[in-house]
């Protein structure tokens, strides 16, 4: 085993570091953007497998660590199924990228790099029998704002930790 | 190439959280057995630490990302920060095992101080022979099936 540099090699397509924190929680969700510093996770994926895993995964751990209720991390298993499910049908290319922030009352998740419409292509492809639109029974405001991609959409999720669907 | 994960996170000890947390999306996606899991989550744990330790100055939290990408039988994972790259630091708080530790379970580490002034850990795992074959009863619905959202 040995350790060796690898100079200026670098075969993935990076993000960039400056815009890490490109995306805040807005006033008008949270009120207070306490943890616009911390609670803050961005995830490109890859159409594939690893997809739903990871998604549900990073948006749990940044609730569960924002001390989100459990019956909300339920509700959100829903919502990465359905956004890891059908994301990419209207992707720009063959990734997504999501992100997520929150504090302990409110969190916003964003789907990016989105082809224009696919934000509300998505919302529309998000319904399940019986339950209806995943996304709008889940959310407290689901809205679509222009990409910085492609010139597409981004879709957005306003969420707050005590649902009015669970009292 | 585009890989099949990036995360891009604050460089905080409680980050090193999600991004263990989202390696174990690895064994669910793509059944690598749970000892070969831990070496990749201790390997990528312990690079992760380094950068939140090390990278940046006291009281400073830059960005720290986390590439994963599955080819064949080999997992790369790539984890990079922009602070102030590897070096001699008599004063780390730790006991400098960190990158024998990375060797010891990767199959292979490399480093590098890039021209875009990021410093990267790439460490390559073999999958080969630690993939396990659960076998899936028939008509058992993938979690997505189960909530009616498979593509």
């Known amino acids: 085993m040995t350790i060796e540099p690898v100079g200026h090699a670098y075969p993935f397509d990076p993000l960039e570091a400056e815009s890490l924190n490109g995306v805040t929680v807005s006033d008008s ?10 609670n803050f996770v961005r995830v ?40 890891s499910a059908h994301a990419f049908a209207h992707a720009c290319d063959a990734t997504v990228t999501f992100s997520i922030q929150a504090d302990k009352h409110d969190a916003e998740l964003r789907v990016l790099d989105l082809i224009d419409d696919g934000a509300s292509g998505l919302v529309k492809d998000a319904v399940l029998p019986v339950v ?24 957005v999720l306003a969420l707050r930790a005590r649902s009015s669907a669970h009292p | 190439m585009t890989p099949d994960m990036e995360l891009a996170l ?13 390696l174990g999306g690895l064994g ?11 070496d990749i989550r201790l390997a990528v744990t312990e690079a992760c630490a380094n950068v939140v330790v090390h990278a940046y100055p006291d009281g400073h939290y ?23 790259g590897i070096g001699p630091r008599p004063d780390s708080p730790g006991l ?19 021209d875009i002034e990021h410093t990267e850990v790439r460490m390559t795992f073999s999958l080969a022979d630690s993939q396990t074959s659960i076998p899936t009863p028939p008509g058992t619905p993938s979690r997505a099936q189960a909530s009616g959202h498979e593509a």
Not at chain 1, 70 to 79: I, N, P, Q, T
Not at chain 2, 65 to 83: F, M, P, Q, Y
């Open chain 1, 29 to 38: 969700i949270s009120g207070e953007p306490e943890s616009a510093d911390g």
């Open chain 1, 44 to 83: 490109r994926l890859a159409a594939g497998p690893l997809a739903g895993p990871v998604l549900w995964r990073v948006v749990s751990m940044v609730l569960a660590r924002a001390d989100w209720p459990l019956e909300r991390l339920d509700d959100m298993l829903l919502v990465c199924d359905a956004l």
């Open chain 1, 132 to 155: 209806g639109n995943v996304l709008e029974r889940i959310a407290e405001r689901v809205y679509a704002e222009p990409g910085t991609h492609c010139d597409g959409s981004q879709l």
């Open chain 2, 10 to 22: 604050t460089a905080r000890a409680e980050n090193i959280a999600v991004v263990r947390y989202a």
């Open chain 2, 28 to 38: 669910e996606a793509f059944a690598v057995s749970e000892s070969k899991l831990s």
């Open chain 2, 62 to 84: 830059g960005p720290m990302e986390v590439i994963a990408n599955k080819d064949e039988d080999t997992l790369t994972v790539l984890v990079r920060d922009w602070g102030r």
């Open chain 2, 96 to 114: 400098g095992l960190g990158l024998s530790l990375i060797a010891a379970l990767a199959d292979s580490v490399q480093l590098a101080h890039g």
